[in-house]
């Protein structure tokens, strides 16, 4: 079972950045699909980016599309989440997560498919890090 363990967040000015790490305690992340979500008051939890471990294949919600981008560092088993042009409405708690091993296919249809409905794929979940945002 693949435990993940965030650090980074805090707070920001509207404008700046913010960088996200989340490691995982495993063996190996190998054709795995790994995600930031994030979620706040009154809002569905979103799927802000993934990546597939294989090729390092991203996806982006249109939300964080071209300010946000997602990393993965096999050597350490650590996604990174780089947040820049932070805006108010990026405020939230982000969390990290891991699917289990896939199929190259089963990992395209994760990465490309809707966030509800690839959701449940993702098998382990971080603690969460607050992120505020000040305008």
């Known amino acids: 079972q693949v435990q993940l363990v965030q650090s980074g967040g805090g707070s920001a000015q509207a404008g700046e950045s913010l960088r996200l790490a989340c490691r995982a305690l495993?063996?190996?992340?190998?054709?795995?699909?790994l995600g930031w979500f994030r979620q706040s008051t009154g809002k569905e939890r979103e799927r802000v980016a993934a990546?597939?471990?294989?090729?390092?294949?991203?996806k982006y919600a249109d939300s964080v599309k071209g300010r946000f981008t997602i990393s993965y560092d096999k050597a350490n088993l650590t996604v990174y989440l780089e947040s820049k042009s932070l805006r108010p409405e990026d405020a939230a708690t982000y969390i990290c997560?891991?699917?289990?091993?896939?199929?190259?296919?089963?990992?395209?249809?994760?990465?490309?498919?809707?966030?509800?409905?690839?959701?449940?794929?993702?098998?382990?979940w971080g603690q969460g890090t607050q992120v505020s945002v000040s305008s």
């Open positions: 990546i597939y471990t294989v090729d390092h294949l991203t």
């Open positions: 997560a891991a699917t289990g091993y896939l199929t190259p296919t089963q990992a395209l249809g994760i990465i490309n498919g809707k966030d509800k409905e690839t959701a449940d794929w993702f098998e382990a």
């Open positions: 495993a063996p190996d992340l190998d054709s795995h699909v």
